[in-house]
Structures are given as C-alpha cells and as structure tokens.
C-alpha cells in the first residue's frame, strides 16, 4: 500500500473542518470537490514534526522583516538545484503567499495607467494583481493547444505604455510548460521591449515525463528584469501556511519590493513557523514530493482516460500541474455545465470563463486530480451515470 497517497490516508473528517475555497469545507454532505489546487492528502511527516519542533520552547516572537536567512538559503539551494539556477539568497523575500507575491511585484513595476500583458487563460491572480497597482490589464490569447504565446499577437500588444509581460509557466489552468526554446524566445522578446520579465512558477515541481525549465535556469538566455514568483502551496500542500515567495534580480528591485512589501512595518509578513515548515519542505522531502508526483502520475492518466471517453469533453494535453482542462463539446456555457454536474452528480468542479481564467477559458472546465484513486472513480462514475441529463 502506498504510506503517503492511498485513499485511507485522505482523513474527510479533517477535510471538512479545513478545506476552505472551494473544497470540501464549503460543500453539503456527500459532494466531492474537484475544484481548487489543494491535495486531498495530509503533508510530508517531516514538515509535521518541524512543526512540533518549532513550536517546543513556546516563543512565538516576531521574525525578521526579510524573513528567515535559513529559509532564504533553503528556497536559493531548492532553485540551483532543483532548476539549475544561480540565485543568490540575498535578493530572495519570502512573503504571505504566492498572491500577494504577485500584488507586491506589480505594485513595484507599475504606476497608474501602466499596462501589462498576460496570458490568456490564466489564473486570475494575475489580472487581480495588476489592478491592485492600477495598471491596465492586457491579455494576450495562447495557443489553446500548446499553451504557447504566439509572438507575432505579443508584438501587436506592444505600446509605449507597456511596462510589463506575465508568464505562467506551467500554466494553470492549461497544465503546459514551456520548453527552453520557447522560454528564450519569451526573454528575447521582453528584452527587445525593455519589458519586465514576472514569471510565476508555483507550479514547477509538478510534472511527469519531462522537468520543468525555468526562466531562472543558467542555460537560458539572460535577462536583467526578470522576477520570479513562487510558494509552497501546489508542491508541498502548505496552502494554510501561505507561504511564498518573490527572486529579485539585483539588490535595487529587492529593496524597493521590500519595501512596499511593508514588512519593515510590521503589518505584514511571513510567520515564522511557516518558515520553519518551509526550511523543512525544501531540505528534507524530496523523497515525499517523488511519490506525490508518482501518484499524480497515475491519477493524471485516469483524469485523462475519464475525459476522452466521456462524450461530452475533449482532452488538451497536459505535462504538468494536477489540473485537466478541457473543452466542452456541443457548445454548452461552463457555468451551466459546471452547475448541472454539481446538482445532479454531486461533484463540484471550476468552470472556465473570464472571472476565472480570462475570456478564451469559455467553454471549458478545470478539473483537479489531487486526490485518491478512490474519490477520482466516484467522481468520475457519478458524472458518467448522469451526463445525458446535462444536455
Ligand atoms: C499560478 C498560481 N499562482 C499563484 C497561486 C496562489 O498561490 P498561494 O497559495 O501561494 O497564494 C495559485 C493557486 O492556485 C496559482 O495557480
């Protein structure tokens, strides 16, 4: 039996008092919730016993405003090693969340009436975050196939008001990550504008046949403006703890992202038993997170088999993330699929559409497969028995 991922070790009881944001928290008795990125299975024992460890002497002081030096070394050596990178520690903030990562960066690289191009789909972090620093949001149509952005659309988008290009690399909701080629064509091209690179890769550490390239990696081109934004919520299931993180490329961007961070402050800030789990995720649970993406592995191929013979979807292909998204077939609106599956298969799952994943997400749905073999079949059995209901 598998110790980490088998279906006993998903505890509903402890799901049900915990599992906010779409999960199983917030449904009635008996839906199972495919919805919201967040593992169905408790984390890494190690993590847990960090904790303990943390919390034995009883001090719960304040930490430091640039957060735990141990923690910005253990997220510095994770990068270099995990994604042949060169980062140094110093120009590393960890923060309250991959989000507000996002909000911070934005604020530091927008003003009022800057735009920025994102990708579309995307999470709607990203269109959120700019709009939290006023700027105007320009999304730019991928490839629904490959997930590619297509740079002759990219080139039209270019103005002078342009300041910044996002990146989702993998790209939720669409599962794909970019391969180096497509990765240098991306730093050419905002590098030809003088744009600021922000690439979002919470998502990195999960993927199949083939690892993930980051914009960080030392055989890509490089490039100055580039800035990474990451966290602990998709690898290592920390999604409570909040913990993420911000790689500046110089000690300049660190310092003004610092400070409009307003950790120096006080008001806000990474707790430090969020660090102490962190420092533990990211030295001592390699061999958790190989099993996970294992057992992902196999919950992927069933998610995809479910897709391709449901009559009703058609699968894109995906190399990474736990998220499916694919398209409805017969032209059925997302929300009122979504909708009708809740109601008569109960199982709840995240349409696509403009308030989620941008405009060209219409028309399809997110499904996310981190949990067990046995809730996957359930859910997959009870929309089955019910899909000639939906149309
Ligand atoms: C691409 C992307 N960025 C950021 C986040 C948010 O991460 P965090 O839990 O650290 O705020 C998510 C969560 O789904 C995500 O998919």
């Not at 034995?56 to 640039?66: N, V």
């Not at 070394?73 to 090693?81: D, G, H, K, L, V």
């Not at 960890?94 to 911070?104: E, G, H, M």
């Not at 993930?212 to 703890?241: D, E, Q, R, W």
Request: proline share 5%; net charge negative.
């Amino acid at each position: 039996m598998d110790i980490y991922f088998s279906n006993e070790q998903v505890n509903i009881d402890a799901l049900k008092r915990k599992a906010f944001n779409y999960r199983w928290a917030v449904h009635a008795e008996g839906i199972i919730p495919l919805t919201a990125a967040d593992p169905d299975f408790p984390i890494a024992p190690q993590i847990k016993e960090s904790i303990k460890k943390y919390i034995e002497d009883g001090y719960f002081s304040y930490g430091p405003p640039e957060g735990i030096v141990a923690f910005k070394n253990a997220i510095s050596n994770w990068y270099n090693r995990q994604h042949q990178a060169d980062c140094n520690p110093d120009f590393i903030l960890p923060v309250n969340s991959a989000a507000y990562a996002l909000f911070v960066v934005m604020k530091t690289i927008l003003n009022e009436g800057d735009e920025a191009i994102i990708p579309n789909p995307v999470d709607f972090l990203f269109r959120k975050s700019i709009e939290y620093a006023k700027g105007v949001v320009i999304p730019c149509a991928l490839d629904m196939e490959t997930g590619a952005f297509k740079l002759d659309k990219l080139e039209q988008e270019v103005n002078p008001k342009t300041k910044a290009l996002m990146l989702c690399n993998p790209n939720n909701p669409l599962g794909k990550s970019y391969s180096l080629d497509q990765i240098n064509a991306i730093k050419s091209f905002a590098k030809k504008h003088n744009l600021w690179l922000i690439v979002d890769e919470i998502w990195a550490d999960i993927y199949y046949e083939k690892k993930v390239c980051s914009v960080l990696s030392t055989s890509s081109i490089p490039y100055g403006k580039t800035v990474v934004v990451s966290g602990l919520s998709k690898n290592f299931g920390l999604a409570g703890l909040r913990i993420g993180y911000i790689i500046c490329p110089d000690h300049s961007f660190y310092t003004k992202v610092l400070e409009n961070s307003l950790h120096q402050s006080t008001a806000f800030g990474l707790s430090p038993i969020a660090q102490a789990a962190g420092i533990c995720a990211l030295t001592e649970c390699d061999e958790w997170l190989y099993a996970f993406r294992k057992h992902l592995g196999k919950m992927k191929v069933l998610s995809h088999e479910f897709v391709k013979n449901s009559g009703f979807l058609m699968p894109i292909e995906s190399d990474s993330t736990y998220l499916l998204f694919p398209k409805i077939k017969h032209g059925l609106d997302s929300e009122d699929l979504v909708k009708k599956i809740l109601e008569t298969s109960q199982v709840a799952l995240v349409p696509g559409g403009k308030n989620w994943f941008e405009s060209e997400s219409e028309g399809y749905l997110r499904i996310c497969y981190a949990t067990s073999e046995a809730i996957l079949e359930e859910a997959f059995e009870r929309i089955k028995s019910k899909k000639e209901t939906y149309f």
